[in-house]
């Protein structure tokens, strides 16, 4: 069964209440634009520095991409999956933890206040950006 969006919203807000610093990434399966990051970007989880990463995966008609991430080097992620508009739909909407999701990919890193910290579109993040980052939001700037 797929997670209801206020399922998803109330399981990405537990995790950004954790103690420590949290990645949420946006993606779809489907997107070049979010797929053109895993490599260079999400490939090794273990040099970004962050307690957890959790990968969202929107209109992508309720199915998983977790077959997609594993094909592309992505691994030791949590993956939670909304049902959502089809992508073609052009008044697509979606917020998660109170921001809007306008883009993807977009990827958000929280405090360990649990409070944006940073927010990255697509074209902005890069591995040393996303571990800088971490870095600040663990620090607390």
Do not use: Q
């Amino acid at each position: 069964m797929i997670p209801s969006l206020s399922a998803v919203d109330a399981a990405l807000r537990e995790t950004v209440a954790a103690d420590g610093v949290h990645v949420v990434h946006v993606w779809a399966p489907w997107c070049d634009n979010s797929l053109n990051e895993h490599a260079p970007v999400w490939s090794d989880l273990a040099r970004l520095g962050a307690d957890s990463v959790t990968f969202v995966t929107v209109w992508n008609e309720g199915e998983s991409g977790a077959d997609t991430l594993a094909e592309s080097g992505v691994t030791g992620v949590r993956e939670l999956v909304v049902e959502g508009p089809k992508p073609e739909k052009p008044d697509r909407r979606l917020t998660l933890l109170g921001l809007p999701v306008s883009w993807i990919p977009t990827t958000w890193v929280f405090n360990r206040n649990g409070l944006l910290a940073t927010a990255f579109n697509y074209g902005e993040v890069s591995a040393e950006r996303l571990a800088e980052a971490v870095e600040g939001a663990r620090s607390g700037w």
